[in-house]
């Protein structure tokens, strides 16, 4: 049974011989492809965030944990805000940063290759006072020591837009340009009038000053004035009692101006990075808070960079499919696999038709050269000297049965048995001639 077995089968060995380069090639060349036309999404990032305390660094931190959770290590980089963010990103130090609507504009932004992954809440511009000083119009804070935060912020760039509105110059106040936490500090112990900068109102300065005794915070009467001449600006209310209903925190509602915080990425992160991001972004960003309704953050709109095809994407049509119900490596995986898929199909095609004939040569080759050893030795036969050919015939007809042996012990699928005993009937034919050879030669003698 086990030889029955044997002659059943097709021939593996010569198989894996004629196809085995092929799979390879097709092999070689579909993690070619895998790898260069769409490379797996780095596990490294680094985002660019903004002061100590400060609502970017906060929400940073909340960025690095929604990225941890599918292996991706968000390296967070502290900055003193906005614009020194956007020049990081300009510069390639970074691959994402929160910039301040108002930084740059859609022309620069392209010029630059940055994409806007979606515009996260609004940070509207606080300007709180100490008690003693009266001032209800910007015109009326000429002569008064007031920080702005270092150049690397937005507010310094903001803030000018602003003042000039109102006739305001520079040279007309003592500018300080110390960073957040230190300005108040200075602010507190009386040695700087007012202090300005743009935050969302859940960071901790914000929540501290609009409870201190003593400190004012600025209403922008004509806070829709200043978003129609500023349309990177605008217009929202802080509610009365928002900080504390019991204690009736803030005791009026506050008209202020506010950017909006964008999530800007260089156009060269990988989409699925960037589509982690955007996802991160809804869940962080998503809620109802003081400012903004819910699901109306994050959004393609109030951003003047252009944004990533990813980004609008999803804001139209939600997750990718995959995505949805896997893990984000295997639906990434899932999601690549398309282009191998074309690989292979563009390659398998036309080497199926080259695969089975050289199965098939390969294994009647087996068979065709024994048929050269037979013409051999009936050329041999033929040239024969005639007082030696009983000698010549005796030596063929042992080469034939040598030959008949091995073909015997040959391996031949069944498919092809009908060439093996083609060859076994054309030996014993060989044969005959060489008998009938030596059989005339002994009769002549």
């Known amino acids: 049974m086990s030889r029955i077995r044997k002659f059943s089968q097709f021939s593996f060995r010569d198989l894996v011989a004629t196809a085995g380069p092929t799979i390879l090639l097709i092999g070689a060349l579909c993690a070619l492809a895998y790898v260069i036309v769409d490379p797996a999404p780095p596990r490294h990032m680094r985002l660019a ?12 931190t909340k960025y690095a944990a929604a990225l941890a959770k599918d292996g991706i290590k968000a390296e967070l980089v502290r900055s003193l805000g906005s614009q020194q963010n956007l020049q990081q990103l300009n510069e390639g130090k970074v691959d994402a940063a929160f910039v301040q609507s108002g930084s740059t504009d859609e022309a620069a932004a392209q010029r630059k290759g940055l994409v806007s992954l979606g515009s996260l809440f609004t940070e509207p511009v606080w300007l709180f006072m100490r008690e003693p000083v009266a001032v209800t119009q910007l015109g009326q804070l000429k002569g008064l020591r007031i920080n702005l935060g270092p150049e690397g912020t937005g507010i310094p760039k903001l803030f000018r837009q602003v003042l000039a509105l109102n006739g305001v110059e520079p040279a007309d106040l003592a500018i300080g340009a110390l960073e957040n936490t230190p300005a108040t500090v200075e602010l507190l112990e009386g040695r700087i009038d007012a202090l300005v900068f743009s935050s969302g109102p859940d960071a901790l300065l914000v929540q501290m000053l609009l409870q201190t005794p003593g400190i004012r915070l600025f209403n922008f009467d004509q806070a829709e004035a200043y978003a129609r001449r500023l349309p990177f600006l ?20 506050y008209h202020l101006i506010a950017p909006t ?51 609008a994407k999803f804001y139209k049509d939600g997750a990718p499919l995959l995505q949805r119900y896997m893990p984000f490596w295997v639906a990434n995986l899932f999601d690549r696999l398309w282009v191998v898929v074309v690989a292979l199909a563009a390659l398998i095609i036309p080497f199926s038709k080259v695969v089975p004939p050289l199965y098939v040569w390969r294994i ?26 009983e000698q010549v015939c005796d030596e063929l007809l042992k080469r034939l049965d040598d ?31 060489v008998l009938l050879t030596l059989k005339t030669a002994a009769a002549a003698r």
């Open 49 to 60: 965030t903004g002061q100590e305390n400060s609502a970017y660094e906060q929400f940073g």
């Open 234 to 253: 605008s217009h929202v209310v802080l509610p009365r009692g928002i900080v504390d209903l019991g204690r009736d925190l803030p005791p009026q509602d």
């Open 261 to 311: 915080a964008t999530l800007v990425a260089r156009a060269n992160l990988h989409p699925a990075l960037i589509e982690l991001l955007v996802q991160a972004a809804t869940e962080i960003h998503g809620g109802a808070g003081w400012f903004q309704q819910q699901g109306q953050f994050p959004s393609a709109r109030y951003t003047e960079i252009p944004v990533a095809r990813e980004a």
């Open 364 to 389: 009647k080759s087996r068979i065709y050269r024994w048929y050269g050893q037979l013409r051999t030795i009936e050329q041999e036969l033929e040239e024969g000297a005639a007082d030696g050919r």
């Open 403 to 433: 030959i008949e042996a091995r073909v015997n012990h040959m391996s031949i699928p069944l498919a092809f048995a009908d060439n093996l005993y083609g060859l076994r009937s054309h030996i014993n034919f060989v044969r005959q001639r």
